[in-house]
């Protein structure tokens, strides 16, 4: 089966999962782009505007991530885009068991995908990816090994919306991003 078949099958599974629909609500934001893309990012939880359309990062925090890659010559075609927690959350924010839970789903992607670096927005992603929390502020940046795959700690974007200062940090660690994709021999 390939991969983008994989995908569609895990999709479907978040589709249908209880435990991911429980205390929330719209339409399942799986994740979107390339199924061989080298680099993933990974977020928080959609938010309105996600959950009616069904795809991630497509509101106000999504327009600046999208434009960061494209700003660092990646093309959005070429990455993937996702969130450890599939659906928007009734409170907003989402609690350590549904990011525990989409830890099912996110890990499964991840296999499939198999990207070579994985760009964390935020705590819950690192909470969902390394298994710890993570002071963003003070660890932005840094890139942690992990399985094989490099992951780079940054700030989620609609923190770097909300904080001035934390766009620049925001910026700053694309920069980051932009020279490791020198020394990682990507497919793009
Ligand atoms: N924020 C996220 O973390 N994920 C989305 O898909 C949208 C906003």
Same mark, same amino acid.
């Given at each position: 089966m390939d991969k983008r078949t994989k995908l569609a099958e895990i999709a479907e599974e978040i589709r249908k999962c209880r435990k991911c629909k429980a205390g929330k609500s719209g339409l399942s934001v799986p994740g979107e782009g390339n199924p061989d893309a080298d $680099?993933? &990012? #990974?977020g928080e939880a959609p938010g309105k505007e996600e =959950?009616?359309?069904?795809? !991630?990062?497509i509101g106000r925090s999504g327009k600046l991530l999208r434009s960061a890659i494209t700003g660092i010559g990646l093309k959005e075609e070429d990455v993937f885009i996702t969130s450890p927690v599939k659906y928007l !959350?009734?409170? +907003?924010? !989402? %609690? /350590?068991? /549904? $990011? &525990?839970?989409?830890?099912v789903h996110l890990f499964r992607q991840l296999e499939v995908i198999s990207p070579k670096i994985i760009v964390l927005l935020?705590?819950? =992603?690192?909470?969902? #990816?390394? *298994?710890?929390? %993570? =002071?963003? %502020?003070?660890?932005?940046?840094? #890139?942690?090994?992990? /399985? +094989?795959?490099?992951?780079? $700690?940054? &700030?989620?974007p609609a923190a770097?919306?909300? &904080?001035?200062?934390?766009? *620049?940090?925001?910026?700053?660690?694309? +920069? #980051?991003?932009?020279?490791?994709?020198q020394d990682v021999p990507t497919k793009r």
């Open positions: $680099i993933m &990012f #990974v =959950a009616k359309c069904g795809r !991630p990062f !959350p009734d409170r +907003g924010t !989402p %609690t /350590d068991e /549904d $990011i &525990f839970h989409g830890q935020g705590n819950t =992603a690192c909470v969902a #990816v390394l *298994g710890n929390k %993570t =002071a963003v %502020t003070r660890e932005h940046g840094k #890139v942690i090994e992990k /399985d +094989g795959m490099k992951c780079l $700690i940054t &700030f989620h770097a919306i909300r &904080f001035q200062k934390f766009k *620049g940090s925001f910026l700053e660690d694309f +920069g #980051v991003l932009r020279r490791m994709l």
